[in-house]
């Protein structure tokens, strides 16, 4: 009697510690001898995880799909794009947003001509994508394609997108060994445009 009363002490002041540590022994003993089809009913009824694990980095998608510097004379100086296989089809988009452009240089008068930069804004919408365009006063172009389900995106966002990219560009201008209207071939401006590419936190 008094062996039995000892380790009843003993149990009561090992406390819900030890209880716990029980259980989950039990509980892991059980999933282990249990047959696939119990472990998987487990694993389906567990509670879906939240939602800022689902969509990723905070869900906002890319910044852009596609950036291009194009030249006074309307011929590419650099494109890029994500995906690649989408490239004929960015290269067609970039294309057709040269008039646009032309277009709002137009209207907006010489007032704006002799600004040292010229944001031009949303040039056209598609159903799948958004057309931004900047002119500096040499009348470079930069052209950027944003996914049109990337609503988290907003103007003052790509006005400072562009606002790098020209400052990048100026660089390249200030190097030696390029000459202008050569197509551009940078590592530092290929790192630039891609950060602009990648998943906005």
């Not at 009697?1 to 002490?9: C, E, N, S, T």
């Not at 090992?14 to 001898?33: D, E, I, Y």
């Not at 995880?49 to 291009?68: E, F, L, S």
């Not at 004379?73 to 057709?96: A, C, D, G, Q």
């Amino acid at each position: 009697m008094r062996r039995r009363r000892r380790l009843g002490g003993a149990e009561a002041a090992a406390g819900p510690r030890a209880q716990h540590r029980q259980r989950g022994t039990s509980t892991a003993l059980a999933m282990a001898t249990a047959g696939p089809r119990a472990r998987r009913a487990s694993r389906e009824r567990r509670p879906p995880p939240p939602p800022h694990v689902t969509r990723g980095r905070g869900g906002r998608g890319k910044m852009a799909v596609c950036i291009a510097v194009i030249a006074k004379e309307n011929y590419p100086l650099y494109i890029r794009s994500v995906p690649t296989e989408n490239e004929l089809k960015f290269h067609y988009t970039v294309h057709t947003s040269l008039d646009v452009v032309d277009e709002k240089i137009s209207a907006m008068g010489k007032a704006l001509v002799d600004q040292r930069e010229l944001y031009l804004g949303l040039l056209y919408p598609t159903e799948d994508y958004k057309v931004y365009g900047y002119v500096t006063n040499s009348k470079v172009k930069f052209v950027m394609v944003v996914d049109s389900s990337n609503t988290a995106l907003r103007d003052n966002e790509i006005r400072s997108m562009f606002r790098k990219l020209h400052n990048s560009y100026t660089d390249i201008m200030c190097n030696p060994f390029y000459n202008p209207g050569d197509r551009i071939h940078s590592r530092a401006f290929d790192n630039m445009v891609n950060s602009m590419m990648m998943q906005v936190c």
